[in-house]
């Protein structure tokens, strides 16, 4: 592996372009707004779509715009299927609205609340801070309801718009029967009064609690429960309606005045359900509706992710492993319509070359001007904090894989004073900084979780009491004289890593052995294995005292 960066794709300008398109609109305030139905923990990938957001707001905000974000959590949909490691009854609450579920997990005041406060609560580590807009709540707002009504009186209109766009790729046969059934069709449900459902059945087989009839003089809707056969006709605002999905975005559009929503491309894609609220947008309210922004996904590809488990990779997941400032810079540097794959695997190189590319914005590296150019728009972007006016230098992270896993062998004051030693060789410094000092806990923890999760077994520096006897039984007399000759060596000075690096090469040759088996003697005695971290600094972070103890142990 070299920190060579294949996915270095940016075009410096899609911010800029988008921002563009974004002040055309011109309004008092700008709003940003982005959505996640709360169907279980959210993946991380989510969060390209907040971060996208967050760096219009930003960007808008830089320009003396009034600019806001603004997140909405849909969980008013009806419950279609449980993640695996729930444990309330399918068959209780199939059908009934996210929002009216208890929390089983005890802690909030319903199901979705609980995947909602889960996401939210990692919004500022992640440096936004958008405004949580409940989408149950939003349905109890006049403006909401006024909104369905809009669409009730428009329902002729909306049919005309979906038999355009849905059955746009039908065959005859599949468009007249889908032209039939949107006769009746009204583009809102009902929650039941009596049974709290807005559909029966489960995946495959779901029938809505469509209205059946709207009295415009009356302001009256008609339905029928397709659960409970409950019917009953009742005021417009003394019901709990929803409207379906691909109104409900219009609708909320409208009420929200959006000026700008990021999509995912299976929503975003020529025809789909972005175009058809656009087109809503513009025949049923009356004006444009917010500039699209398509992006493409993000994937985590390396080790298992265990959502075979029903574990999900939440934002949480990917703090307790990497920064957010390098999950920022991995959806940011590449153009939104393209697709970011994240290494999991690779995170300690990425985290490499995120800070190489921290240093150039600093201009601390001779690089090219291109790349100090796009560090000086990408970086801001990427920073969670406002950006600082000098640069806190950084403990190497792979350092900080090696040194994590070795808190059972070292006090944290050693492990501590290795990590300023290292900070100073590699920085060049005298003095390490409070706000240095103050990453390090960190770093070390999440390179910690990282190896346990992700990391391959060369990665893996596991140090066992002692060495074991059936390591210590194959040595030789040339491989003791080898290490007896060591330990005089070690035992004089205090080497730094590179005297150390070379005293193991000059001893193996004074008592004329290969190196090679000199560095494989070393391994197993300190890890049992062949072959392991580069063992001058290994042997360093080990401490003197230690390593010749050890050496000592099998002689
Ligand atoms: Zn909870
Ligand atoms: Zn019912």
Not at 43 to 59: L, N, S
Request: aromatic fraction near 10%; proline fraction near 5%; include cysteine.
């Amino acid at each position: 592996m070299t920190s060579e960066d294949p996915q270095e794709e940016f075009s410096i300008h899609w911010i800029r372009d988008l921002v563009d398109k974004v002040v055309e609109r011109d309004p008092d305030e700008y709003l940003i707004v982005t959505g996640k139905s709360m169907s279980g923990s959210v993946h991380i990938g989510f969060m390209k779509e907040i971060i996208i957001a967050d760096v219009i707001k930003r960007e808008l905000q830089v320009l003396g715009k009034k600019a806001k974000t603004v997140f909405i959590s849909d969980d008013y949909d009806p419950i279609r299927s449980f993640p695996p490691s729930l444990t309330l009854s399918p068959d209780e609450y199939m059908g009934v609205p996210y929002s009216d579920a208890p929390d089983p997990h005890g802690c909030c005041e319903s199901l979705s609340a609980h995947w909602t406060n889960e996401l939210v609560e990692a919004f500022p580590e992640f440096g936004a801070d958008p405004e949580v807009v409940l989408q149950s709540k939003l349905y109890e707002t006049k403006e909401m309801i006024d909104a369905v009504r809009i669409c009730l009186e428009h329902t002729e209109t909306i049919r005309e718009i979906l038999v355009e766009y849905v059955a746009r790729d039908f065959d005859d046969k599949q468009k007249a029967e889908y032209i039939e059934s949107m006769k009746t069709w009204y583009p809102a449900s009902v929650i039941c009064p009596e049974c709290g459902r807005l559909q029966s059945g489960g995946k495959g087989s779901i029938v809505p609690n469509r209205v059946t009839a709207y009295d415009k003089e009356n302001d009256e809707v008609s339905y029928k429960c397709a659960h409970c056969g409950h019917s009953d006709t009742g005021k417009l605002d003394k019901l709990r309606l929803k409207l379906s999905w691909r109104v409900d975005w219009p609708a909320k559009w409208h009420v929200m005045q959006t000026t700008c929503e990021p999509a995912g491309k299976d929503h975003a894609v020529k025809g789909g359900s972005y175009d058809t609220g656009l087109e809503m947008s513009r025949r049923v309210f009356g004006w444009s509706g917010p500039v699209k922004v398509p992006f493409e996904w993000v994937r985590l590809a390396g080790r298992d992710m265990g959502t075979s488990k029903g574990n999900v990779f939440t934002p949480r997941s990917w703090l307790n492993i990497a920064p957010s400032e390098l999950f920022r810079y991995m959806v940011l540097r590449t153009d939104l319509e393209k697709a970011n794959n994240i290494q999991t695997d690779l995170i300690p190189d990425l985290v490499d070359i995120y800070e190489t590319f921290e240093r150039t914005y600093y201009g601390l590296d001779d690089v090219d001007s291109e790349k100090q150019d796009f560090a000086k728009v990408l970086y801001p972007n990427t920073e969670v904090r406002p950006v600082s006016d000098e640069y806190i230098p950084k403990l190497s992270f792979k350092f900080a894989v090696v040194t994590s896993q070795l808190q059972e062998i070292l006090s944290e004051d050693t492990i501590l004073e290795r990590c300023y030693d290292v900070l100073k060789k590699q920085h060049n410094l005298t003095d390490i900084s409070t706000e240095t000092k103050a990453l390090i806990p960190t770093r070390l923890s999440r390179a910690l979780h990282w190896v346990k999760e992700f990391g391959s077994a060369r990665d893996i520096v596991e140090v066992p009491e002692n060495v074991p006897a059936d390591i210590i039984s194959t040595f030789t007399d040339d491989d003791k004289h080898f290490l007896s000759k060591l330990v005089e060596v070690l035992h004089i000075d205090e080497l730094d890593e590179d005297e150390i690096q070379s005293s193991i090469f000059n001893t193996a040759r004074e008592v004329d052995i290969k190196p090679k088996r000199a560095f494989l003697l070393l391994y197993r005695i300190l890890i049992s294995r062949k072959s392991g971290p580069r063992l001058g600094p290994f042997l360093k972070l080990l401490g003197n005292d230690w390593v010749l103890e050890r050496i000592r142990s099998v002689l």
